[in-house]
T-cell receptor
Framework: KAGVTQTPRYLIKTRGQQVTLSCSPISGHRSVSWYQQTPGQGLQFLFEYFSETQRNKGNFPGRFSGRQFSNSRSEMNVSTLELGDSALYLC??????????????????FGPGTRLTVL | ELKVEQNPLFLSMQEGKNYTIYCNYSTTSDRLYWYRQDPGKSLESLFVLLSNGAVKQEGRLMASLDTKARLSTLHITAAVHDLSATYFCAVYGGSQGNLIFGKGTKLSVKP
């Protein structure tokens, strides 16, 4: 079974530009979550999509947005890039959407990430 | 707000030695995950712990969960160089019901 794929793997942009990252989940997985990883802040949750609907959103400005398509593929967009947006952006897929107290295994499987550098 | 704390954040070990990484979390959660990350790579799932008292072992790594103490441990037995990586624990329970990660423990195993 193919894993989570992300494209592109590396990206260099300049301040003020916008960028779109893509994520294809594991076949059969309908939930996609996005995370930002930086040395200073660690791994931070961006948003989660399930059945083309955003279920959860982390504490990021509105410049960060996303969407999910009917085939469960997801894209995230960052507009008006800032230097601080330089990070590894990770996508994760799971069979079901996350729950706080369900007790079920909503294990997330991570893609290889997109390394974004903003100059 | 759920907080997840790992310690130590840095761990330098000699091959053959044993050590434990600790993961504390601040509010009730019914499951905990351990991931491994090699430099420049993505996160690899190591263990999923779903209930109080759960213990899982894979090779030289063993993870356990005490939901009453809100504590998970990752025990390393007879470390080898291949175990050098950063290890993260993660718990569901953010305000949006999302996965909250600890800051990671960077493990370096030296011969």
């Amino acid at each position: 079974k193919a894993g989570v794929t992300q494209t592109p793997r590396y990206l260099i942009k300049t301040r003020g530009q916008q960028v779109t990252l893509s994520c294809s989940p594991i076949s059969g997985h309908r939930s996609v979550s996005w995370y930002q990883q930086t040395p200073g802040q660690g791994l931070q949750f961006l948003f989660e999509y399930f059945s083309e609907t955003q279920r959860n959103k982390g504490n990021f400005p509105g410049r960060f947005s996303g969407r999910q398509f009917s085939n469960s593929r997801s894209e995230m967009n960052v507009s008006t890039l800032e230097l601080g947006d330089s990070a590894l952006y990770l996508c994760a897929s799971s069979l079901r959407p996350t729950r706080v107290t369900s007790g079920r295994n909503d294990e997330q499987f991570f893609g290889p990430g997109t390394r974004l550098t903003v100059l | 707000e759920l907080k997840v704390e790992q310690n130590p954040l840095f761990l330098s070990m000699q091959e053959g030695k044993n050590y434990t990484i600790y993961c504390n979390y601040s509010t009730t959660s019914d499951r905990l995950y351990w991931y491994r990350q090699d430099p420049g790579k993505s996160l690899e799932s190591l263990f999923v712990l779903l209930s109080n008292g759960a213990v899982k072992q894979e090779g030289r790594l063993m993870a356990s969960l005490d939901t009453k103490a809100r504590l998970s441990t990752l025990h390393i037995t007879a470390a080898v160089h291949d175990l050098s990586a950063t290890y993260f624990c993660a718990v569901y329970g953010g305000s949006q019901g999302n996965l909250i990660f600890g800051k990671g423990t960077k493990l370096s195993v030296k011969p």
